[in-house]
Nanobody, 114 residues
Framework: VQLVESGGGSVQAGGSLRLSCAAS????????TSWYRQAPGEERELVAA???????NYADSVKGRFTISRDNAKNTVSLQMNSLKPEDTAVYYC?????????WGQGTLVTVSS
């Protein structure tokens, strides 16, 4: 299983970025796919998740600003991030979880400047 994130970069506060996670060896629509982030000196935290049935869940800090979605045909999961804040600066990781198995991407850096 391989998860590859893309779309990170630098943006000013109030801007937008779209992260994508492409998978090989796993079918996203059959598992729980999540985006986590880890800021310097902080614990890794859950940002958003989408389950096989399509229901989504968000951290309170990103509700109304971030949207997680899945493209079953392309087997990708995306995170649309709007109204970005400096506190959103972190390395963002894609995660796929099913049963006792869990897989992580390598992470992509998002930097939001004020």
């Amino acid at each position: 299983v391989q998860l590859v994130e893309s779309g990170g970069g630098s943006v000013q506060a109030g801007g937008s970025l779209r992260l994508s996670c492409a998978a090989s060896g796993i079918i996203f629509r059959l598992v729980v796919t999540s985006w986590y982030r880890q800021a310097p000196g902080e614990e890794r935290e859950l940002v958003a998740a989408i389950v096989s049935g399509g229901s989504t869940n968000y951290a309170d800090s990103v509700k109304g600003r971030f949207t997680i979605s899945r493209d079953n045909a392309k087997n990708t999961v995306s995170l649309q991030m709007n109204s970005l804040k400096p506190e959103d600066t972190a390395v963002y990781y894609c995660n796929a979880h099913y049963g006792s198995f869990e897989h992580w991407g390598q992470g992509t850096l998002v930097t939001v400047s004020s």
